[in-house]
């Protein structure tokens, strides 16, 4: 017997061009999302949902495996793996583990048990590993560790969706954009997550990337799935 939560049963990838209804969404489970509830991290209940419910209709269409920039302690990693398990579609989810600026000694977002006391260092790698693991997603969510940009040079893969949750600083949130968004299929979606068009609410970077692949003319938002700052893109086919 595995550890971890029950999977639910392999359900078939259908190439599927447009947005349909999944009138078999499920949800999550309660078990599940009391799991995930317990995992620390940056990612409310409701804008969580509505990355399960992409993730589905992502892993649904079968255009591709799905990656996540920002694993942290594996949060959005878990709503992600949920929405694509049934569709046998892998999740990889990308973080080098040392946390963004904001999660360093004397930030605000800074969690002092998430330090290795070794170096000193913030080590999110072993929290996150554990998540998937008491989630029985093994199998589907691929933690990779290492710096994003390095990752993405070498990634060939088109992706069914790209979902962008790591630096938020200008330069990564732009190295970000740049190095990821191209690998998302025709047809596949892009979700950024803290996107505030109020500069009282958050920062600029995510919410200029999100303007960025709508003038880029190669994305359209899917506003239905967007939730709160979690906004929900999808890439058009290439013009004939
Ligand atoms: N998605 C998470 C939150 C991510 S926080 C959740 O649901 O809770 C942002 C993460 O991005 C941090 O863990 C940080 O280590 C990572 N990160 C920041 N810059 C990065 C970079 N250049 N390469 C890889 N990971 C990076
Ligand atoms: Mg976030």
């Known amino acids: 017997m595995r550890a971890g939560l029950p999977v639910p ?9 447009i947005d349909t209804a999944d009138t078999a969404d499920p949800g999550l489970r309660s ?72 999660n360093q000694a004397g930030w605000e977002h800074h969690d ?3 330090v290795d006391a070794r170096s000193g260092r913030m080590d999110t790698l072993p929290v996150a590993r554990r998540a998937v693991e008491s989630a029985g997603l093994d199998e ?16 060939g893969q088109p992706l069914s969706l790209l979902f962008i949750d790591g630096g938020h600083g200008r330069e990564v949130a732009w190295a970000d954009y740049r190095s990821w968004t191209p690998k998302v299929a025709e047809g596949g979606y892009l979700a950024i997550h803290d996107v505030f068009p109020d ?3 958050g920062g600029r970077p995510p919410y200029e990337i999100f303007c960025a692949a709508l003038e880029s003319g190669r994305f ?21």
């Open 31 to 102: 078990d599940q999302l009391e799991l995930i509830r317990s995992v620390k991290g940056f990612m409310p209940d409701d804008e969580g949902q509505a990355l399960f419910g992409v993730a589905r209709q992502a892993a649904r269409g079968g255009l591709g495996p799905l990656l996540e920039v920002g694993t942290y302690c594996g949060k959005s990693a878990l709503y992600l793996g949920f929405g694509a398990v049934p569709f046998r579609t892998p999740v990889f989810s990308v973080d080098h583990h040392r946390g963004s600026e904001e």
């Open 140 to 155: 589907t969510v691929v933690l990779v560790v290492g710096p994003s940009t390095v990752v993405a040079s070498a990634w």
């Open 9 to 17: 049963p392999d359900v078939t990838p259908t190439a599927d061009p």
């Open 199 to 201: 500069p009282a609410d």
């Open 220 to 240: 359209r938002e899917v506003p239905e799935r967007s939730c709160g700052s979690l906004r929900v893109l999808r890439r058009l086919a290439a013009p004939v």
């Open 112 to 114: 002092a048990s998430l």
